[in-house]
T-cell receptor
Framework: DAKTTQPPSMDCAEGRAANLPCNHSTISGNEYVYWYRQIHSQGPQYIIHGLKNNETNEMASLIITEDRKSSTLILPHATLRDTAVYYCIVRVTDSWGKLQFGAGTQVVVTP | DVKVTQSSRYLVKRTGEKVFLECVQDMDHENMFWYRQDPGLGLRLIYFSYDVKMKEKGDIPEGYSVSREKKERFSLILESASTNQTSMYLC?????????????FGPGTRLLVL
């Protein structure tokens, strides 16, 4: 699975959009981009995944660049409950099993 | 919504005790996983199961065993707890398919071994 690079931390004002970048320059054509988050002392929570096209669900939007070497997770209207560590993971399409979490980005939403 | 539940949020045990951690999922998932999470080490896979009565070792199975007698339940057993097994234990489940796998996690059990 390709390696990912994320900033270690970022702050966001409550009510504003939070844009979380992820670099995955060695991604292969059959690898998906996943995002999970982990609120303090809780289990990781699946947010969204995508292959090539931009994706949106009730939690977030995922924007993947045309060359697929980077992506951005967008939380459209951040709330205090969105304070968490956000993990960007790249996985081969038909792989399953161990999830490899990196260090992630600590997002702090402030009032 | 997928629901993965774990029997305890917090547990305190003594060295040498046998410890059972239970995980139940309600989405009829074939795959279930046990991870532990420690500061600076991230998530590490202990064991996983892809079917009832089937189990596979993950990266750090030593000191642990598992049991999967029913599809919805996956138990992690610490045969003789030691202080280095103090950790956050996370259970997850997923279903195989032709598309990408998504794992759903339980809330975690924070275990302290004294």
């Amino acid at each position: 699975d390709a390696k990912t690079t994320q900033p270690p931390s970022m702050d966001c004002a409550e009510g504003r959009a939070a844009n979380l970048p992820c670099n995955h320059s060695t991604i292969s054509g059959n690898e998906y981009v996943y995002w999970y988050r982990q609120i303090h002392s809780q289990g990781p929570q699946y947010i969204i995944h995508g292959l090539k096209n931009n994706e949106t669900n009730e939690m977030a939007s995922l924007i993947i660049t045309e060359d697929r070497k980077s992506s951005t997770l967008i939380l459209p209207h951040a709330t205090l409950r969105d304070t968490a560590v956000y993990y960007c993971i790249v996985r081969v399409t038909d792989s399953w099993g161990k999830l490899q979490f990196g260090a992630g980005t600590q997002v702090v939403v402030t009032p | 919504d997928v629901k993965v539940t774990q029997s305890s949020r917090y547990l305190v045990k003594r060295t040498g005790e046998k410890v059972f951690l239970e995980c139940v999922q309600d989405m009829d998932h074939e795959n279930m996983f046990w991870y532990r999470q420690d500061p600076g080490l991230g998530l590490r896979l202990i064991y996983f199961s892809y079917d009832v009565k089937m189990k596979e070792k993950g990266d750090i199975p030593e000191g642990y065993s598992v049991s999967r007698e029913k599809k919805e339940r996956f138990s992690l057993i610490l045969e003789s707890a030691s202080t280095n097994q103090t950790s956050m234990y996370l259970c997850a489940s997923s279903t195989p398919g032709t598309g990408p796998e998504t794992q759903y996690f339980g809330p975690g059990t924070r275990l302290l071994v004294l």
